[in-house]
């Protein structure tokens, strides 16, 4: 890489930490709606994460709950009820997914976390319920990571309460 490459890269990650940290005219907008002097944007004084950590995990272990409870309903519902294969599958989900409760913490978990909504979904072979209990907490796994980057953003910004000084 020449000098002249290094140049224009250390300045877009000039321009890049700027935009993060506020505008592009070295100003930010504050939480109170004024605007103040550039400056680093002061880190929060409490983990905002540890309680959305916990959030994905209550949400993935309600979601174990559900996915047993369409145990009765695929064996009801179904001509040859409960078989092998839609019992081992069922049975391998829910157990995957209580596994993974305990590494919400990890940065991939979100993306996991959607994954096992398609396995969920793809569990609709067995029965259509099946494919509408994934579907609902697909709809909640996509606000949970709607929520995710809204807090990362205001974080960016300074916004969240235990920012503001």
Known sequence: MSDLDKARS??????????????????EDRADGTEGA????PAPTSDPWKGFRGVMAGVLILEVIVVGL???VVGTLTANGVTWASGLYL???????????GRQGEPYALKVNLVLQALV???????????????????VWV????????VEKRIARGQLPSQRQ
Request: aromatic share 12%; charged share 15%.
């Open 70 to 72: 369409t145990f009765p």
């Open 38 to 41: 550039g400056g680093a944007v």
């Open 143 to 150: 606000y949970i990571a709607y929520l995710k980057n809204d």
């Open 91 to 101: 049975g391998v989900l829910c157990l995957i997914m209580t596994l993974f409760s």
């Open 10 to 27: 250390s300045d877009d990650a000039a321009d890049r930490a700027d935009e993060m940290a506020g505008r592009a005219d070295g100003t």
């Open 121 to 139: 979904i793809a569990g609709g072979v067995f029965h259509w319920s099946i494919a509408v209990v994934g579907a609902v907490f697909l709809c």
